[in-house]
């Protein structure tokens, strides 16, 4: 079973736990894209729209797997290519693994929550930074922790999604780093792999149809 994966960096360490459960796929492809670009809709359906195309012109997968969720872009980019491509049918990273019900309730719970998987622990307040330009401010009298500061002053809590990749209790201390420099409330819930894993068997479902 031959397969191309491209996901966003984010979501990174779960892929390749959960291809580690699947050792009978053969990666024929596998990149992972800078985690900001959902901030850029039109930027992103363009580069991941290019990447499948091109995943369909070499003709050596049997498939596709994206490391996404809708991200304001994708719904429906399946449809627009003849090579299978699986999209998880979530609404970003977070819904895919803590569940879109829990991702509801929580948002319920907290509006003001800055959700943050081990992914997100790993890229901190510098990827917040990097993410949303906040130190390309020319000759400003404010720091990029100040700009984050204003852009966190309605959040009120951090929510660390431990979904079971990587160093658990590091990824707690980045949260707990990232949400003190913000003064922010920090939590800790329990993560999920199991969507993740059913696009996996999604994908082997296409290519035994395809056998």
Request: charged residues 30%; proline residues 4%.
């Amino acid at each position: 079973m031959k397969i191309a994966i491209l996901s966003c960096d984010i979501m990174k360490q779960e892929l390749e736990q959960v291809l580690d459960e699947n050792p009978d796929f053969e990666v024929t492809s596998l990149e992972f894209l800078d985690f900001g670009l959902h901030c850029y809709p039109d930027d992103l359906l363009a580069k991941i729209t290019e990447r499948i195309e091109a995943i369909q012109s070499k003709g050596d997968a049997d498939a596709v797997l994206l490391g996404y969720g809708f991200c304001q872009a994708l719904n429906g980019i399946e449809k627009k290519f003849d090579i299978p491509v699986v999209l998880p049918q979530v609404e970003d990273c977070i819904a895919l693994f803590l569940g879109p019900h829990r991702y509801t309730e929580e948002r319920i719970k907290c509006a003001g929550t800055w959700f943050m998987t081990p992914g997100w622990c790993i890229e901190g307040l510098q990827g917040v930074i990097n993410e949303l330009h906040l130190d390309s401010a020319p000759n400003s009298k404010y720091t990029p922790l100040d700009f984050a500061r204003m852009m966190f002053k309605n959040y009120k809590r951090t929510l660390f999604v431990d979904d079971g990749v990587g160093d658990q209790e590091e990824h707690r201390q980045q949260a707990d780093d990232f949400a003190g420099l913000l003064d922010l409330e920090v939590e800790r819930t329990k993560g999920t792999l199991d969507l993740l894993r059913e696009e996996f068997g999604r994908l082997r479902s296409i290519c035994d149809r395809q056998d």
